[in-house]
């Protein structure tokens, strides 16, 4: 594979689309870090092609220097950019960032061809696709396929409806009145001052312009986490569940992944700070998830 080198560290289409999940994420406070950040994370990557998705690894690796300090958290993309696989860089990436990204991820440097590396991957190819379909309950077809194969997690989110749309006019378009007016299936409902419109049709509910599943029931099933009981484990940053692999009352070591949330277009892996039982789990997949907010609480 031959790498292009550019000597902007971003075009102005991947500047503007990080810059959009910055602020979709309510992070933009830290857009002048990132920015400065992005010089030594090009040059220790090896001077990459910088249009997506390299631009996007180089983004991903300086947003991770800001929030949890330097190359305390390799981005998956930029790890395996630096350990040869994608490719070989322009430049020899930085050795000491070689031997990080080796020891975060798990994967060894190389030089043997992408195409080879793609064949021997048991979780990529046609038969994977298929069986993530099947367990999800969908049809299986070739428009189906494409999206279980290239999108994985995310492309059977947005098959069974609980993908999430990112169009800002929409949502501005979806903003709540004074009253619902005539129609019956429409509320305005304020919360801490904050006004939201939900519509409700069946087992679907748009809020400002965002469709969720819902159910009412009567009676109060939900167990209150009692103060001081429990470790919480709570969102580092904000994201999208993608995956949730423990139930209630499963006992769990420390360092087990409990979770997994998109972030900045990061699969970021949510890991268990102790050892115990899981008491609750207050999330499900498809949920989105703010800054602080607990998922689960591990006693």
């Known amino acids: ?109 190389t030089t043997e061809t992408v195409v080879d590396l793609n064949d021997k991957d048991p979780n990529k190819g046609l038969a994977v696709a298929q069986k993530r379909l099947e367990e999800a309950g969908l049809e299986v077809n070739d428009e189906n396929l494409f999206i279980s194969a290239a999108c994985k997690e995310k492309g059977i989110l947005f098959l069974q409806g609980k993908g999430t749309i990112g169009v800002r006019k929409n949502e501005k378009s979806a903003e709540p009145k004074e009253s619902a007016g005539n129609d019956t299936n429409g509320y305005t409902v304020t919360v801490n001052g904050k006004k939201y419109a939900v519509a409700l049709e069946g087992d679907k509910a748009t809020v400002n312009g965002k469709l969720y599943d819902f159910s009412v029931k009567e009676g109060i099933e939900a167990k209150a986490n009692v103060g001081g009981e429990g470790t919480p484990v709570k969102a580092a940053l904000p994201g999208n569940v993608l995956k949730v692999l423990v139930s209630e009352g499963d006992n769990i070591s420390e360092g087990d992944v409990i979770a997994v949330v998109e972030a900045m277009k990061m699969e970021t892996e949510i890991k268990s700070p102790v050892s115990g039982t899981v008491k609750s789990v207050e999330i499900e997949v498809g949920n989105k998830v703010q800054n602080g907010q607990v998922l689960v609480t591990i006693g």
């Open 1 to 109: 594979m031959i790498w292009v080198l550019m000597l902007k560290p971003l075009p102005g289409g991947a500047l503007t689309a990080n810059t959009q999940m910055l602020r979709d994420n309510n992070l933009m406070d830290k857009y002048p870090e990132v920015v400065a950040a992005m010089k030594e994370v090009v040059e220790k990557g090896g001077f990459g092609t910088s249009v997506t998705p390299v631009s996007q690894f180089y983004f991903q690796q300086a947003f991770n220097n800001v929030m949890f300090g330097k190359w305390k958290k390799i981005a998956e993309g930029y790890g395996k950019m630096v350990l040869g696989y994608f490719g070989k860089t322009p430049c020899q990436p930085d050795d000491e960032v070689v031997k990080i990204a080796h020891e975060q991820l798990g994967l060894e440097p």
